[in-house]
């Protein structure tokens, strides 16, 4: 099956622009993450779905960031009025509760670039 | 709260060396243990986990032994190869939904 995958995989955009970055999580998986992860660093948490409920939101670093999802399907991250300490690459991931021990699926990520 | 420790890189090994990454984590409740590993330019990807006391991960020659005395998850491989380059993240799960992360050991391997 297929795993998670985002877009757009680049992005470049003015400062000050909205950008809408997407995530597809695999079929079956009700937790969904979002990173972000500045060049060479770790990663940084953003939001946690439940389905398509947000329990934790305590990572979105301003209110110029938000995030929904539709059901236990898509999410979409968006980040209004960019700046250029926002560029990083911003990375998805899925993951299958109701058991001990299942890991996270990542996806490929999107890079952004904020000139 | 919950943390993973990780040594810091990056790790400069020639080809066939012994690798260790070590990695310790707090001991709150049961949490379930994994290395993720990220190739340059991709996501992470799950290398190995363990869910419990003493169990040991394996996957493409490496491994790490779950040690609660130690609250330890060390990763190791006997001879590492140039195409094991990359991040090694740690990370634990549990008590949260929200899994915590190392701060990432980079890893060289030259030939």
């Known amino acids: 099956g297929a795993g998670v995958s985002q877009s757009p995989s680049n992005k470049v955009t003015e400062k000050g622009k909205d950008v809408e970055l997407r995530c597809d999580p695999i079929?079956?998986?009700?937790?969904l993450y979002w990173y972000r992860q500045r060049l060479g660093q770790g990663l940084e948490f953003l939001i946690y779905?439940?389905?398509?409920?947000?329990?934790?939101k305590s990572g979105l670093p301003s209110d110029r960031f938000s995030a929904e999802r539709t059901g236990e399907s898509v999410s979409t991250l968006t980040i209004q009025r960019t700046q250029q300490e926002d560029s990083a690459v911003y990375l998805c991931?899925?993951?299958?509760?109701?058991?001990?021990?299942?890991?996270?699926?990542f996806g490929p990520g999107t890079r952004l670039t904020v000139l | 709260g919950n943390s993973v420790t990780q040594m810091e890189g990056p790790v400069t090994l020639s080809e066939e060396a012994f690798l260790t990454i070590n990695c310790t984590y707090t001991?709150?409740?049961?949490?379930?243990l994994f290395w993720y590993v990220q190739y340059p330019g991709e996501g992470l990807q799950l290398l190995l986990k363990?869910?419990?006391?003493?169990d040991k991960g394996s996957n493409k020659g490496f491994e790490a032994t779950y040690r609660k005395e130690t609250t330890s998850f060390h990763l190791e491989k006997g001879s590492v190869q140039v195409s094991d380059s990359a991040v090694y993240f740690c990370?634990?799960?549990?008590?949260?939904?929200?899994?915590?992360f190392g701060r990432g050991t980079s890893l060289i391997v030259h030939p």
């Open positions: 991931a899925s993951r299958k509760t109701g058991e001990k021990g299942n890991e996270q699926f």
């Open positions: 079929s079956g998986h009700t937790a």
């Open positions: 779905f439940q389905g398509n409920s947000a329990p934790d």
């Open positions: 001991a709150t409740g049961y949490p379930s």
């Open positions: 363990a869910t419990k006391a003493d």
């Open positions: 990370a634990r799960s549990g008590g949260s939904y929200i899994p915590t």
